[in-house]
């Protein structure tokens, strides 16, 4: 039986910050560098509350999904995992979004995402699904994922501070190099070093 691998989609499968910072700059005419993001509460983001709230109400459009771009390296990385496991992805995007994330996970991922999950507590569904590895960029959630005893993964970002490295939780550069690791781990497994 094939291990079951979930992979966040907003920061770890598509470039949620860049695609806010082309938002911010194509309709509010405001250039923010990744660095500003210290958090991912986007209610804080900028000095305007006006456009803090448009960015907001954003997320529930399912346009505002449309136009983001896959993470630099995640189709080489699902691609690899998926010889060694099933990917579905947890999100917590709103459920107004399921066609839309749907049809962008199909167009840019192929067949490597098998299902897309629309749930709010996604550890309790991935305990019940019996996922083996999590990749999360919200260092909280993954500190659940990780709670549950399975490996999870969270990508280095500005806000990342304050997560405690532990057996299951352990940080990376990408989703790119946790696929290269866990590759390079079951080679060495398989070959009997």
Not at 129 to 155: G, R
Not at 164 to 192: H, P
């Amino acid at each position: 039986m094939k291990k079951l691998f979930i992979i966040s989609l907003n920061g770890v499968l598509y470039d949620s910050v860049g695609r806010v910072i082309q938002y911010l700059r194509d309709r509010h005419n405001i250039i923010l560098p990744r660095s500003a993001f210290l958090t991912n509460n986007l209610a804080h983001l900028t000095e305007h509350p006006e456009v803090n709230w448009d960015l907001v109400k954003q997320l529930s459009n399912p346009n505002f999904y449309m136009d983001m771009k896959p993470m630099e390296g995640a189709w080489e990385a699902v691609e690899l995992l998926s010889k060694y496991g099933n990917i579905v992805s947890i999100t917590r995007r709103p459920s107004a979004s399921r066609m839309a994330t749907r049809m962008c996970a199909t167009r840019d991922f192929g067949p490597y995402i098998k299902d897309i999950f629309h749930q709010k507590n996604g550890p309790v569904l991935a305990g019940k699904l019996k996922a083996s590895l999590v990749v999360e960029d919200n260092p909280e959630i993954a500190s659940q994922y990780a709670a549950k005893k399975i490996v999870t993964f969270v990508p280095t970002s500005p806000y990342l501070s304050g997560v405690r490295v532990s057996r299951y939780l352990k940080t990376c550069d990408s989703l790119l190099q946790v696929a290269k690791t866990y590759d390079e781990s079951y080679s060495k497994t398989s070959l009997g070093d």
